[in-house]
């Protein structure tokens, strides 16, 4: 399974839904002027693959993941990363009959939660998933 598509919504800077899309299975580069972003990125794929340490993500707590602190009348944030799971010989069993895994963090009210395929589950259920791979 290889990422094909990261959807910020909320999330430090980008303060309106960002899909990044047509994402290469054996090399990637993200590259802009200061400022713009980049690290933000690799930040919101820490965040969904359930990064413990605030401090790794450059923030001091959950609040500070969503634009402008929740000030700009943005009140959550959301991240997906949406993966290729078309080649069945590395899938994992629980998701054979899946061309794509969906895996979404989201932060509202200093509260997170992970959803993976549409449904709700702990981040124990999401690391467990990710070290099965």
């Given at each position: 399974?290889?990422?094909?598509?990261?959807?910020?919504?909320?999330?430090?800077?980008?303060?309106?839904?960002?899909?990044?899309?047509?994402?290469?299975?054996?090399?990637?580069?993200?590259?802009g002027l200061n400022g713009s972003g980049k690290s933000n990125v690799i930040?919101?794929?820490?965040?969904?693959l359930g990064i413990q340490s605030l401090s790794h993500v450059r923030?001091?707590?959950?609040?500070?993941?969503?634009?402008?602190?929740?000030?700009?009348?943005?009140?959550?944030?959301?991240?997906?990363?949406?993966?290729?799971?078309?080649?069945?010989?590395?899938?994992?069993?629980?998701?054979?009959?899946?061309?794509?895994?969906?895996?979404?963090?989201?932060?509202?009210?200093?509260?997170?939660?992970?959803?993976?395929?549409?449904?709700?589950?702990?981040?124990?259920?999401?690391?467990?998933?990710?070290?099965?791979?």
């Amino acid at each position: 399974m290889h990422i094909i598509e990261i959807i910020l919504d909320g999330f430090k800077s980008y303060s309106q839904r960002t899909v990044i899309s047509m994402m290469d299975p054996q090399f990637n580069c993200i590259t802009g002027l200061n400022g713009s972003g980049k690290s933000n990125v690799i930040d919101a794929i820490c965040f969904v693959l359930g990064i413990q340490s605030l401090s790794h993500v450059r923030v001091t707590n959950l609040q500070e993941l969503i634009y402008k602190q929740g000030n700009a009348g943005i009140t959550k944030a959301t991240v997906t990363l949406v993966f290729d799971n078309s080649n069945k010989a590395t899938s994992l069993a629980m998701f054979k009959d899946q061309d794509k895994v969906v895996v979404q963090r989201q932060i509202s009210e200093g509260k997170s939660k992970y959803i993976l395929n549409g449904k709700t589950e702990t981040q124990d259920k999401i690391k467990s998933v990710f070290m099965s791979l």
